[in-house]
């Protein structure tokens, strides 16, 4: 049965993909709103588009040398697929950052003609763009590989493995570049903009309002998107690889990728529901969505798995979908619940006391996502051992095609907000496309504490599959002692240290980077706003292009250390101490990088829902002196939640991923040191 299954499975993703295009098509038959609207979003698009562009003119550059490298060393069927999976995560931050910016104008012209509901359907339906573009492309990538390699036995999960690698590559830089330029833009824009000029946010006045704009949709659409497609295909690649060391192991290779086949019926079926959902309130259109797809996919899940004789396997894809719902949900009240009217208060006694109470929260909030995924990773091993951590990691991914949407939809909604400021809208529909940006704040909480989850699952089921790998290798050449991981030896203690370092490494160049750029931004606004005659009367306009081209160059320039750091570095490890040692490393790195990003993004998104709730007029509101000091917890938060936070879980995985597909050759060459 799996066999021909399987056959269907590249197909499935097509199609999967046809509904992503024909729902672009869709977006486009939308009204685009007036001439004014037009004309902001097209610089928005514009700005969009050509810093993917450049982006992706070096990321290729960097992808053909690793491609070459990789076809060298471990084959060419191992660079075939580096070289696809990092044309997949490419081809699905393009088709979703189209979408995206095609959907804001959209949205704020439906919210004029049919309210909140309409205007709610026009974003969802662009964010759902990506979510299914994320899901498809994956299980095409998938499937085609399996399909391709698997006479090739157990060695089928080392080559499927480079293409969960050439995600990771994309995903890192994706996800730093997208963050840089995003948060150097908004921290730029509201520094001189809100308390310097004290003018509005969004205000049309402002030069890098534009800017701010395209940086929601880079880092939060694409950025986010190339993070959870790497997630999504490196759990089921490391699931394969724990599979092929099982009895019966093509029917443990095969499937994860069923699930996830089914996960993106259930995920498609989800997205159709919103036609009859959006008559409810947003937030329960929203949730009970999720809630179709997540249903229909353990129902299909329990089935499987009882088909396949594997109905052990079952409560471990149970325990990681619930502790996925469960981080999101535990990263939703730290980010929007009590916790930020608590930040606000202390807003009334200065920018200090914001900025301390701020990071007491942040590091409070690990505490509960910690537990839960303790107890998923103990229901999991108990169940189905090694194997059940990684299948735990598919599904919770399983349904990212409704997960992806609804995070996507939260930087359609804030451009749509920009947009009505832009063109004066209207006090009335400013006032719905804020109710739906407010909502695109709380699924951008739980979509970012839904990727710190599935990173951490997946870095481990990663890891545990390097372990297994390299042991296999090591046989292989004649060794039969185990790979040693006790840290009564001095290299895995030094791997150790070396791994723990890592995020704290990636986190001050992250945020270095961001100072640099918007420092960059603040002066260029200033300097527009003093040289150009009338621009802070509203009687010139500012030179947006500018800011645009600022922080592109910007991000484009800083993005490149952090990446090819988290390549190299594992790799050195590896080679000069050993294979323990590299061992250790992936183990300090999983637990200090899930920590760093958890404690960033919810520090972050607490300053930044302070600062939102008292804007709404609460302790005197927008211009009080509260207000003036939770614009600098902002500031210092919007880095930490949208650039440095985030980067944790590409680094994680993809050191994790690095190491598994080297392995054979670190078990071979490694220690040269030792």
Request: hydrophobic share 50%; net charge neutral; with cysteine.
């Amino acid at each position: 049965m799996l066999e021909r299954v399987m056959l269907g499975v590249p197909v499935l993703g097509l199609l999967g993909l046809g509904v992503a295009v024909w729902t672009y098509f869709s977006v486009l038959k939308c009204s685009p709103g007036d001439e004014k609207m037009q004309s902001i979003a097209e610089k928005v698009y514009s700005g969009a588009m050509i810093f993917l562009k450049r982006e992706y003119q070096i990321i290729a550059l960097f992808m053909v040398v690793i491609c070459v490298a990789l076809s060298l060393t471990l084959g060419p069927w191992t660079g075939f697929a580096y070289l696809c999976g990092g044309l997949a995560s490419m081809l699905a931050g393009w088709l979703g950052m189209k979408a995206a910016t095609r959907s804001g104008a959209r949205a704020c012209q439906a919210a004029k003609d049919g309210g909140i509901s309409l205007a709610l359907a026009v974003a969802f339906k662009g964010g759902s763009v990506m979510g299914i573009a994320v899901a498809a492309l994956g299980l095409t990538g998938l499937g085609f590989f399996y399909l391709l390699t698997k006479s090739r036995g157990t060695d089928a999960p080392l080559i499927i493995s480079g293409f969960a690698m050439g995600a990771s590559s994309i995903a890192l830089f994706a996800r730093v570049g997208g963050g840089i330029f995003t948060k150097s833009a908004d921290v730029g824009t509201d520094l001189v903009g809100k308390l310097e000029a004290g003018i509005p946010e969004d205000d049309p006045r402002n030069p890098g309002v534009i800017a701010d704009n395209v940086g929601d949709n880079v880092g939060d659409t694409a950025g986010m998107g190339a993070d959870l497609f790497e997630s999504y295909v490196g759990s089921v690649v490391a699931a394969m690889a724990i599979g092929a060391t099982l009895a019966h192991p093509m029917t443990y290779m095969c499937l994860p990728i069923v699930l996830i086949a089914g996960g993106l019926v259930a995920s498609l079926i989800g997205i159709a529901s919103m036609g009859v959902l959006k008559r409810t309130t947003p937030q329960s259109a929203l949730r009970n969505a999720t809630y179709v797809s997540g249903i229909l996919f353990i129902a299909g899940a329990y089935f499987l798995t009882r088909r396949l004789d594997l109905a052990h396997t079952f409560w471990a894809i149970l325990a990681g979908m619930i502790s996925g719902v469960l981080i999101g949900v535990e990263s939703e009240y730290f980010t929007s619940g009590p916790p930020i009217r608590t930040i606000a208060r202390s807003s009334e006694m200065g920018a200090a006391p914001t900025i301390i109470t701020g990071l007491a929260l942040g590091f409070k909030s690990t505490v509960l996502p910690v537990i839960t995924l303790v107890i998923a990773i103990a229901i999991a091993y108990r169940f189905a051992g090694l194997y059940g951590i990684g299948i735990a990691a598919v599904g919770m991914l399983a349904t990212i095609g409704i997960v992806m949407s609804t995070d996507s939809y939260g930087p359609i909604a804030d451009n749509a907000g920009g947009v009505a400021e832009m063109s004066g809208a209207g006090p009335e529909i400013r006032k719905i496309t804020d109710r739906l940006d407010a909502l695109g704040n709380t699924t951008a909480a739980v979509g970012k504490g839904f990727a710190i989850g599935s990173a951490a699952l997946t870095a481990l089921a990663l890891f545990s599959a390097y372990q297994q790998t390299i042991q296999k290798h090591l046989a292989q050449l004649g060794s039969v002692a185990p790979v040693s991981l006790s840290l009564t030896e001095a290299p895995v203690v030094i791997g150790l240290l070396l791994g723990a370092m890592m995020p704290f490494l990636m986190a001050a160049l992250t945020m270095e980077a961001v100072g640099r750029a918007a420092g960059k931004m603040v002066e260029e606004i200033r300097r527009q706003f003093r040289e150009i005659t009338g621009l802070l009367e509203g009687e010139a306009e500012p030179d947006s292009d500018r800011c645009v081209d600022i922080v592109t160059r910007a991000a484009l320039r800083e993005m490149i250390v952090p990446g090819v750091s988290a390549l190299a570095v594992p790799l050195l490890v590896g080679f000069f101490i050993g294979p323990g040692a590299l061992g250790g490393f992936l183990a300090g790195a999983t637990a200090t990088g899930v920590l760093m990003a958890l404690f960033m993004a919810n520090g972050g998104g607490a300053w930044d829902n302070a600062k939102k709730w008292i804007e709404a007029g609460n302790l005197g509101g927008k211009g009080s002196d509260a207000h003036k000091a939770a614009v600098v917890g902002d500031t210092v938060g919007d880095p930490f939640k949208d650039t440095s936070g985030p980067s944790m879980n590409i680094l994680i995985k993809l050191m994790a991923v690095v190491s598994l597909v080297f392995a054979p050759i670190i078990a071979k060459y490694g220690g040269i040191l030792g």
